[in-house]
């Protein structure tokens, strides 16, 4: 088993037929696509840049949240697994970033930020309370230090 594989099973040990999975990002989807294989109820959620709604809308546009927000689709992204996209701001992801670091001791990037934001957010909206939701944070954020 490779080292992919091992981490894959380490997130679905977590994970059930009802779980909320929010992932879009670097590894474009492949965890979801993974999870979204082995179950057949989980919502997979994908964010992506408010400026730049590529996957959801087709649209290019400008954002600065790095790691996250395309002008082309990738190849191993099957927009068919994804249940709902939730759209967050540059400062929303700064925002959550930041509180990722301060509140929870958890250094990581912008990206990381949109995807805590578009958890919340998603949350809010479907008024989705006592489900085990799994948030992908691929980033680190040690080359964001002077901006905390």
């Known amino acids: 088993m490779n080292k992919l594989s091992v981490r894959l099973e380490a997130v679905a ?4 037929d009802n779980s909320k999975v929010i992932d879009i990002g670097c ?9 979204a294989k082995k179950y057949d109820n989980i919502k997979i ?16 546009g400008k954002y600065n949240i790095p790691g996250i927000g395309t002008t082309f689709m990738p190849s191993i992204v099957d927009m068919s697994l994804i249940d709902d996209m939730m759209e967050i ?22 990206s990381s930020g949109a995807v805590l934001a578009g958890t919340i957010k998603y949350l809010k909206t479907n008024k989705i309370s006592n489900k085990i939701i799994v948030m992908i944070f691929h980033d ?9």
Request: contains cysteine.
């Open 13 to 16: 040990n977590y994970v059930d």
């Open 27 to 35: 590894d474009h989807g492949f965890l979801s696509i993974f999870l």
């Open 45 to 60: 959620i994908g964010v992506e840049p408010s400026g730049c709604p590529y996957y959801s809308k087709q649209l290019i």
């Open 89 to 110: 701001t540059d400062e929303d992801a700064k925002k959550y970033m930041e509180i990722l670091a301060k509140e929870e001791g958890i250094l990581a990037g912008y």
């Open 140 to 148: 680190t954020g040690e080359r964001y230090l002077s901006m905390l």
